[in-house]
């Protein structure tokens, strides 16, 4: 049991690039979620999945767009990236139950636009 | 708006001691969820403990337990017998009934010195 898989690991990209993060979840959770990690911030949600077929903009879409291929993957974009989107982001998924709803987190994708 | 204060950006103490971590947050819902989440290096977000705000009994798992002061809107997490390993950052979070959005404080950096 992988859990949840993000990839790359690191990435570098100049201003303009564009380039997608990958996340896969083998929990069979229903909702999934991208967020970024600034230094000195918590996280801010990016965009999220209740369900497959279903996307929602979170906290600071701009910039960004998501498409939940499956009920397993879950992907970022960013089509002209600049450097404010210099930081780490995490994938999630979760599944909501009665007595539940806890997120579990990806290892993180450290990227830096020059 | 809701929002979530970890008032110690960093903390240290020795190993087997007893740490409290602050966290205050502020929200008009009455039904919502609070949670603990560890950082360590490795950057992985574990969840160490939830607690449901209708729950008046506090949370508890292993050596952390939590302090939930509904009236006040606090959520303190204590760490008994520290240990090494507990070297991590520190979130405190919260998430609506009617809302998947997880709002996140800034995070206190814990040091467990030997």
């Known amino acids: 049991n992988a859990g949840v898989t993000q990839t790359p690991k690191f990435q570098v990209l100049k201003t303009g690039q564009s380039m997608t993060l990958q996340c896969a979840q083998d929990?069979?959770?229903?909702?999934m979620y991208w967020y970024r990690q600034d230094p000195g911030m918590g996280l801010r949600l990016i965009y999220y999945s209740a369900s497959e077929g279903t996307t929602d903009k979170g906290e600071v879409p701009n910039g960004y767009n998501v498409s939940r291929l499956n009920k397993r993957e879950f992907s970022l974009r960013l089509e002209s990236a600049a450097p404010s989107q210099t930081s780490v982001y995490f994938c999630a998924s979760s599944e909501w139950t009665a007595s539940t709803d806890t997120q579990y987190f990806g290892p993180g994708t450290r990227l830096t636009v020059l | 708006a809701q929002t979530v204060t970890q008032s110690q950006p960093e903390m240290s103490v020795q190993e087997a001691e007893t740490v409290t971590l602050s966290c205050t947050y502020d929200t008009s819902e009455n039904n919502y969820y609070l949670f603990w989440y560890k950082q360590p290096p490795s950057r992985q977000m574990i969840l160490v403990i939830r607690q449901e705000a209708y729950k008046q009994q506090n949370a508890t798992e292993n050596r952390f337990s939590v302090n939930f002061q509904k009236a006040a809107k606090s959520f303190s997490l204590k760490i008994s017998d520290s240990q090494l390993g507990d070297t991590a950052m520190y979130f405190c979070a919260f998430r609506v009934d009617s809302n998947y959005q997880l709002i996140w404080g800034a995070g206190t950096k814990l040091i467990i010195k030997p």
């Open positions: 929990m069979n959770h229903n909702s």
